[in-house]
C-alpha cells in the first residue's frame, strides 16, 4: 500500500487556492466597480432630483444656471445601438454563414483574416478614419439634401458603429455555425432541402444561442464605445436626430471630465452608472428575446 | 420489379476508391439489406442513391445508378425531388432541436404551403406510420430531443415518412439503440415494406437475415455477393461471404 505523497499533496492543495483566488480576482473587480459607480453616481442623482436628470433634456453643465438633464444622450446611445444592430447585425450574420456554411475554403481563409484584423484596428483608428472619410461623405450628403453643413453626426457614428461591432458578430455566430451538428443539415438535406432552406431552417435556428451571444457582445461594444464616437458624432447635446451632431452616453463622460468640478463632476459619474444600468438591461433583454423559443 | 439498379457504379473520394464497379438491383418494396465488415463501402453505396454524397467535397461517381429507369445522376436531375422521394434514416437518431410536430412537419413544409388541419393530418399519419403516434400523440408541442432514444429513431422514420418517399434508406438504424428499442425497429420495418422499398445498412447479420428479402455482401469497395436472403446465409456461393457470416472474420 502506497503512502500519500505529502509533496504533491500539498502541491495540489496550494494550486487549488490559486485557482480559487484568481478566480475570485474578476468578483472582486465586478464588484468594486459597482459599488464605486453607485456610491459616486448615486450624490449628483439625489442632488439633481431623479426626473430631472434622467428625463431633463438640457444639458448645460458650465452656465451660471445649469442644467442636467440626460435625455439627449441616453435616447443618442439607445438610436446609435438600434442603428448599429440594424445595420450591423445582418451584415455580420450574412458573413458568419458565407465563412461557415457557404465559402470554399480559401476564400473563407481571407476573409477570415480581414475580420481578425477588423477586430484588432483600435478604435482611435475608426474614429480617425471616420473623421477623414466618413465624416466628410455624410457632409455632402447632409449639405445636399438637408441643407445641414455638418457631417459630424448620429449617422456616421451608427455607421463607425456598425462596422465596430461586426468582427465579434461575425466571429461568434461563425463558431456556432460550424458547431452546428452536420447530423442535423444531413437530415434537412434528406428531407429534400435546398441548402438555403438548410441554412436558414436548420443551422441558424440550432446556432440561435451562440448568435445571440456574438450578437449582444458587438452590442455591449456599441454601447461603450467613447473614443471612436467622440470622434464622428459632433459632441453637441442635441436630442438625437439622424444629421444633427449628437453626444453619447460615454461622450457625455470623456468630454468633459477632465475639467469637471463639483455636482458637474458628480453628475459625470451619474452618468456613467446609468450607463452601466443601461448595458445591463440591454444585455438581458437582448438574452431574452433572441433566445425565446430557442427551447423548441 | 427492381426500382433502383445500378450499374458499374464507383465512387473515388480524391485518390481512394471507395466502391468498384458495382452492379445492384434492388426490387421493389422489399427489404434489401447492405452487410459487411466496417470501411466495405456499405454506407457509402447507401449514400450514393439519394446522392447524399454530393455535400463531400472531393467525391468522383462513375458508372449509373436508375431509379424508375433514369439515371439519377444525369444533370438534368433535381436532387431535391429526388432526395424527397428517396428518404433517409441515420446511424445516429437524429431530430432537430424542435417540437416533435415540427420535425415532421419541416419537410412537408419545404415542398408545399399546406393548411393547419393538412399538416395536423400528415403529422398524425406519418407518426401512425412510424407507430410512434400513440406515445406521443399528447406530447406533439414537446422537444424531440426529450424523447428515448428508440423514440427518437421512430421519429426519424416518420420525419422521413412525411414527405411520402417511396424508398427509405436506412443507415445502421438500430446499432445507437438498445435490444428492445431494435426490436421494434425491425418490426415496423416488415409492417414499412408494403408501401415502401427499403434498403437497409446494417453491421448485424441476424438483423439482415432476420428481416431482409435479398442481401448484398460488400467488402472493400466490391459487391462480392447479391441474392435471395436464404440462399446468401445458407448457401453463399463466395468463399468470402461464407467466412464473413460464419463469423470468420468482420
Redesign the interface.
Known amino acids: 500500500m502506497n503512502t500519500k505523497n505529502k509533496r504533491k499533496d500539498i502541491v495540489e492543495k496550494t494550486m487549488q487556492g490559486v485557482f480559487f483566488t484568481l478566480g475570485m480576482v474578476t468578483i472582486i473587480a465586478v464588484v468594486t466597480i459597482s459599488a464605486y459607480l453607485v456610491l459616486n453616481g448615486l450624490p449628483a442623482i439625489r442632488e439633481i432630483g431623479f426626473f430631472e436628470f434622467l428625463f431633463g433634456q438640457v444639458w448645460r453643465s458650465t452656465g451660471t444656471d445649469p442644467s442636467f438633464g440626460i435625455l439627449p444622450f441616453i435616447l443618442t446611445s439607445f438610436y446609435g445601438m438600434i442603428g448599429a444592430i440594424i445595420i450591423g447585425v445582418p451584415i455580420g450574420l450574412m458573413t458568419a454563414i458565407f465563412l461557415a456554411k457557404i465559402a470554399n475554403p480559401r476564400i473563407a481563409a481571407v476573409v477570415n483574416t480581414a475580420v481578425e484584423l477588423l477586430a484588432g484596428i483600435p478604435s482611435v483608428v475608426y474614429g480617425f478614419v471616420g473623421m477623414i472619410v466618413l465624416v466628410p461623405f455624410i457632409q455632402q450628403i447632409a449639405l445636399h439634401f438637408f441643407g445641414i453643413p455638418s457631417g459630424a453626426n448620429l449617422l456616421s457614428a451608427i455607421l463607425v458603429l456598425s462596422v465596430m461591432i461586426l468582427p465579434s458578430i461575425i466571429s461568434v455566430s461563425r463558431t456556432a455555425l460550424v458547431a452546428v451538428?452536420r447530423?442535423?443539415e444531413?437530415?434537412?438535406?434528406?428531407?429534400?432541402?435546398?441548402k438555403m432552406?438548410t441554412i436558414f431552417?436548420?443551422s441558424v435556428?440550432?446556432a440561435r444561442s451562440g448568435i445571440t451571444a456574438g450578437v449582444v457582445l458587438g452590442v455591449g461594444r456599441a454601447i461603450g464605445e467613447a473614443m471612436a464616437v467622440m470622434m464622428v458624432a459632433g459632441n453637441v447635446s442635441n436630442m438625437p436626430e439622424l444629421f444633427r451632431p449628437v453626444t453619447f452616453l460615454t461622450t457625455a463622460i470623456t468630454r468633459e471630465l477632465s475639467y469637471a468640478s463639483g455636482l458637474q463632476r458628480q453628475a459625470l459619474f451619474s452618468i456613467g452608472l446609468v450607463l452601466f444600468c443601461f448595458i445591463m438591461l440591454i444585455n438581458i433583454i437582448l438574452n431574452f428575446a433572441l433566445k425565446r423559443g430557442h427551447?423548441? | 420489379m427492381n426500382i433502383i439498379s445500378a450499374n458499374k457504379l464507383s465512387l473515388h473520394y480524391g485518390d481512394f476508391q471507395a466502391l468498384r464497379d458495382i452492379d445492384l438491383d434492388v426490387p421493389a418494396r422489399e427489404i434489401t439489406a447492405l452487410i459487411g465488415p466496417s470501411g466495405c463501402g456499405k454506407s457509402t453505396f447507401l449514400r450514393t442513391l439519394?446522392r447524399?454524397n454530393d455535400?463531400i467535397p472531393g467525391v468522383k461517381i462513375t458508372g449509373e445508378i436508375t431509379y424508375h429507369g433514369e439515371d439519377i445522376y444525369a444533370p438534368q436531375v433535381d436532387v431535391?425531388?429526388?432526395?424527397?422521394s428517396i428518404?433517409?434514416v441515420?446511424q445516429?437518431p437524429?431530430?432537430?432541436?424542435?417540437?416533435i410536430y415540427?420535425n415532421i412537419s419541416?419537410?412537408p413544409k419545404?415542398?408545399a404551403s399546406l393548411s393547419k388541419s393538412e399538416l395536423n393530418d400528415l403529422v398524425e399519419r406519418s407518426l401512425h406510420g412510424a407507430a410512434l403516434w400513440d406515445e406521443v400523440k399528447d406530447r406533439l408541442k414537446k422537444?424531440?430531443l426529450s424523447l428515448s432514444g428508440g423514440q427518437q429513431q421512430r421519429l426519424?422514420i416518420a420525419?422521413?415518412l412525411?414527405?411520402s418517399p417511396d424508398v427509405l434508406l436506412m443507415d445502421e438504424p438500430t446499432s445507437a439503440l438498445d435490444p428492445a428499442s431494435t426490436m421494434k425497429i425491425e418490426e415496423l420495418m416488415g409492417q414499412l415494406k408494403q408501401d415502401y422499398t427499403v434498403i437497409i445498412v446494417t453491421h448485424n447479420m441476424q438483423q439482415a437475415a432476420r428481416i431482409s428479402d435479398k442481401t448484398a455482401f460488400f467488402l472493400t469497395g466490391d459487391l462480392v455477393e447479391s441474392g435471395q436472403t436464404d440462399q446468401i446465409f445458407t448457401l453463399p456461393r463466395d468463399k468470402r461471404t461464407e467466412d464473413y457470416i460464419t463469423g470468420r472474420f468482420g
Open positions: 451538428p447530423d442535423y444531413e437530415a434537412s438535406f434528406a428531407l429534400g432541402a435546398t432552406e431552417k436548420v435556428p440550432s427551447k423548441g | 439519394n447524399m455535400l431535391t425531388a429526388l432526395r424527397k428518404g433517409m441515420f445516429k437524429n431530430p432537430f432541436p424542435m417540437s415540427d419541416y419537410g419545404l415542398h422537444s424531440a426519424c420525419r422521413a412525411s414527405v
